[in-house]
């Protein structure tokens, strides 16, 4: 594909009809990944040995810890668009998607306090995954609250990017400077990215499919949410100009 | 650029908030934690390093919004922005202005603080080395935020809420730092990254901070 | 049809709810302020095109 093409995209117009053409698909696909992962993981998967049945949560917490990790670099990157080629459509892209991330951010938190009760036997420890975790949601909301506060849309558009920039720099930061801290009881990464011996296959296809369908999930709300700031954004003009007309 | 910094500091000065009210504030913190925590001396020995932290830095934040408001509401700043001086630079003195008003004292200060926690022997040199280190990284990544928020007419809350987060690498290093140093452990390791934060934020968000307010000044 | 959770039935049930809970809401609410969005611009497009063109 030229990568070229890529930018004709950048026109709210075009992106609006392509995105809402593609969405439906999108939609369903999220709708049925999400419900095969999940009835899967939790009606056929074997309890684990040691975790007993609290492993079924697993099919969410993991997912939605990596949605919220992977959202904010999604934001990060359409930022950076934003502030070197100023499309509008960039900037209100990452603006629709932090509260899909607060959202993913809050659910793997609740989930992984859930799962820690009974096994640490707390609901919360200030273990590091969990602190950067929770740093990170007030980094969603410092950056939600910075977008609903300003009300000229580019300069909003561009002191949130700056926030994102700045702020991705300082997650990592605290990311290191947490586990320094305290070096906490967290399993390694046994269910993240790539598949491990650790985790067999009975645990691992469910997980997988789960994982797709946070991802589509993710892609449907962002094109809907997307759409609705694009919109907002041209009846604020539409109004503004009224009042000076 | 130094005439900017000595008007600075004289209208802190002259305002009176700037060098008395922050060391109010922490004597405040310092005079309460013993009222919700108990009077226990061990436990305030152990919590001391952490407190006096956490009330340095509220300290901090709680005169940000002074750095940059008064110079927006008077238009200063919009003179200060067409002025031959760059930007970056007018960032970094306003923050090394805050830094001299509010986190000198603090440095100074923090000696006398630790006696009211009852702060062991060996923690003073650590606690003073890393409050010197790390405030003035505290009173740049304000700056930011304050550079942020400048055009809001409700920016306070607001700027707590984007600074604290911020402050999270800074807190972990300095309390770190402190900590060891009042439990005779060696605190080179958490010093050292608490230098490195420093100089790298010194070094790099003013372009931030000042990106940021010439948006804010459009 | 119910498989058995054992004695963490509380634990993964809940989380279950809470998590579906939470996406629905969000799906729920991005969906209205579509909707509500959409029915404005359009209402002040037909405006505009009745008062507009002078």
């Not at chain 2, 700043?77 to 090394?96: F, R």
Request: aromatic fraction near 10%; hydrophobic fraction near 55%.
């Amino acid at each position: 594909m030229n990568l070229n093409a890529l930018w004709e995209y950048a026109n709210p117009l075009k992106f609006m009809r392509t995105t809402e053409r593609a969405l439906p698909y999108f939609a369903v696909a999220a709708v049925v990944c999400l419900v095969t992962g999940l009835v899967w993981g939790f009606f056929f998967t074997p309890d684990d040995f040691r975790q007993g049945s609290t492993v079924k949560i697993f099919y969410i917490h993991v997912p939605s810890a990596m949605m919220a990790i992977n959202i904010w670099v999604m934001m990060l990157i359409t930022s950076l668009v934003w502030i070197v080629r100023r499309h509008h459509v960039s900037a209100l892209a990452a603006r629709a998607a932090a509260p899909i991330g607060a959202v993913m951010t809050v659910i793997a938190l609740a989930t992984g306090a859930i799962w820690g009760q009974p096994m640490w036997g707390t609901w919360w420890a200030w273990d590091p995954r969990l602190t950067s975790f929770l740093i990170l949601f007030l980094f969603y909301l410092g950056y939600i609250a910075l977008w609903e506060a300003i009300e000229d849309d580019d300069t909003a558009a561009d002191l949130t990017a700056v926030l994102c920039l700045v702020g991705s720099v300082f997650a990592i930061l605290s990311r290191y400077a947490v586990n320094f801290w305290n070096q906490g009881l967290h399993q390694g990464a046994s269910l993240s990215l790539d598949k491990q011996e650790n985790v067999a296959d009975v645990f691992w296809y469910p997980a997988l499919v789960s994982i797709a369908g946070f991802v589509l999930l993710f892609i449907a709300l962002v094109i809907i949410r997307t759409n609705t700031e694009i919109r907002a954004r041209r009846m604020r003009a539409l109004l503004a100009r009224e009042r000076l007309g | 650029m130094s005439a900017l910094l000595i008007r600075d500091l004289r209208l802190a000065m002259r305002a009176g908030g700037g060098f008395g009210l922050g060391l109010a504030f922490f004597l405040i913190v310092v005079t309460l934690v013993p009222f919700g925590v108990g009077p226990e001396t061990g436990l305030l020995a152990r919590i001391a390093p952490g407190i006096l932290w956490l009330g340095a830095l509220l300290a901090c934040l709680l005169s940000l919004d002074r750095i940059l408001a008064l110079d927006w509401e008077d238009g200063s700043l919009d003179l200060l922005a067409t002025s031959p001086l760059p930007l970056e630079g007018i960032v970094t003195m306003k923050a090394l202005a805050h830094w001299i008003t509010t986190g000198l004292p603090l440095v100074i200060a923090s000696p006398l603080f630790g006696v009211l926690m009852s702060l062991p022997g060996a923690g003073y040199g650590p606690l003073v080395l890393s409050l010197l280190l790390g405030t003035p990284a505290l009173s740049v990544i304000g700056t930011f935020g304050a550079a942020l928020t400048v055009g809001l007419k409700r920016g306070g809350l607001l700027l707590s809420l984007l600074v604290l987060p911020l402050y999270v690498p800074t807190l972990i290093f300095g309390a770190e730092m402190a900590r060891r140093g009042a439990e005779g452990a060696d605190p080179t390791t958490p010093m050292l990254m608490l230098a490195g934060i420093s100089a790298g934020v010194i070094a790099l968000l003013p372009f931030a901070s000042a990106a940021v307010l010439r948006v804010n000044l459009r | 049809m119910m498989p058995d959770l054992g004695k963490y039935a509380e634990a993964v049930l809940s989380s279950y709810a809470v998590s579906i809970l939470l996406i629905l809401v969000l799906v729920v609410l991005s969906v209205r302020r579509s909707r509500k969005v959409k029915a404005q611009l359009d209402d002040i497009e037909t405006r505009r095109k009745h008062h507009g063109q002078g």
